[in-house]
């Protein structure tokens, strides 16, 4: 029902930066919210950041100042991170929410690895 096409994962030190891409598309509902959730071994999925298309943010604790959601006007998402920490290592997953639905829906893509080693 709702492709996801995610890219930009990958390896970097300590201090660095990345940035991850999302394109998403359906014709089942119009797109509201999207987002970036991770999961390191051993944890659950946890929020990184989200964003509707009206463009209002939250972003979770751990990230809040070195990370930036953003999304064009095409149902495209970025996920700037700086300043990244071996903490930040995990499975980075785009997603899109069902609209009205709850509790909440999501649609996730494949994944893309981050690690960032110190």
């Known amino acids: 029902q709702v492709q996801l096409v995610e890219s930009g994962g990958g390896l970097v030190q300590a201090g660095g930066s990345l940035r991850l891409s999302c394109a998403a598309s359906?014709?089942?509902?119009?797109?509201?919210?999207m987002g970036w959730y991770r999961q390191a071994p051993g944890k659950q999925r946890e929020l990184v950041a989200r964003?509707?298309?009206?463009?209002?943010t939250n972003y979770g604790d751990s990230v809040k100042g070195r990370f930036t959601i953003s999304r064009d006007n095409a149902n495209t998402v970025y996920l700037q991170m700086n300043s990244l920490k071996p903490e930040d290592t995990a499975v980075y997953y785009c997603?899109?929410?069902?609209?009205?639905?709850?509790?909440?829906?999501?649609?996730w893509g494949q994944g893309t690895q981050v690690t960032v080693s110190s």
């Open positions: 964003i509707t298309s009206g463009g209002s």
């Open positions: 997603g899109v929410r069902r609209p009205g639905w709850v509790p909440e829906v999501w649609y």
């Open positions: 359906t014709s089942t509902f119009s797109i509201n919210t």
